[in-house]
């Protein structure tokens, strides 16, 4: 069964820091892996998706992910912090089988604390 | 209006009553899903309609009922909850073929369960 591993719960970086947010994970086949990202009192917000196109995947708001086979990894970066990034991120695996849908396994996420 | 819209955003229920949340998607999606985000623990998948079939049941409790009338809406019916209920309770939507279809999530029904 699939799944993914967020070290870390909390991660403090000073403004203009660089970010890294890991995500590792567990398939016995290719995955499709997505970023999220949750504000206060508000719904996931995707980020970006691996989907074996390019291994070095851009997403919104200057955050980018690598897959990385050999390491089983698929850490979110960016390379300057801003306040407005302090939110809680989520590493996602989609599961394979049958059936319709896209069903999300989900880390259980990392609270990212931007500071002055 | 676009995206993915759930109400009521707060909720306020006694053990013994009924009541529903709602979500509605206007992305041209043609599956839904249900989350449920409790602190500290991982998102937990509930259930995924698909073509307005019923997919995936994660072995919920039957105080949990959700509807699925088309493709465009779906429902959470609620009756006789426990306090450990009280959670985030979010809707997401996606097309249903392909798992690199990415999900979009609505803000949420914060519940509380008195």
């Known amino acids: 069964a699939q799944s993914v591993t967020q070290l870390g719960s909390h991660v403090s970086v000073s403004e203009g820091a660089l970010v890294l947010l890991r995500c590792n994970y567990s398939?016995?086949?290719?995955?499709?892996l997505f970023w999220y990202v949750q504000y206060p009192n508000q719904g996931l917000q995707l980020l970006l998706k691996y989907t074996s196109a390019a291994t070095l995947v851009k997403g919104i708001n200057g955050f980018e992910a690598e897959f990385k086979k050999s390491e089983t990894s698929f850490h979110l970066t960016k390379p300057s912090a801003h306040m407005s990034d302090a939110a809680e991120y989520f590493c996602?695996?989609?599961?394979?089988?049958?059936?319709?849908?896209?069903?999300?396994?989900f880390g259980t996420g990392t609270q990212l604390k931007v500071e002055l | 209006e676009t995206g993915v819209t759930q109400t009521p955003r707060h909720l306020v229920m006694g053990m013994t009553n009924k009541k529903s949340l709602k979500c509605e998607q206007h992305?041209?999606?043609?599956?839904m899903y249900w989350y449920k985000q409790s602190a500290k623990k991982p998102l937990e998948l509930m259930f995924v309609?698909?073509?307005?079939?019923?997919?995936e049941n994660n072995s919920v409790p039957s105080r949990f009922s959700p509807e699925c009338p088309n493709s465009s809406h779906l429902f959470l019916h609620l009756h006789t909850l426990q306090p450990e209920d009280s959670a985030l309770y979010l809707c997401a939507s996606s097309q249903a073929r392909g798992n690199n279809s990415p999900l979009h999530f609505g803000n949420g029904t914060r519940l509380t369960v008195t």
């Open positions: 996602a695996v989609s599961l394979t089988g049958t059936g319709g849908g896209n069903k999300l396994t």
């Open positions: 992305l041209g999606h043609n599956a």
């Open positions: 309609y698909s073509l307005e079939e019923r997919v």
């Open positions: 398939s016995s086949v290719p995955p499709y």
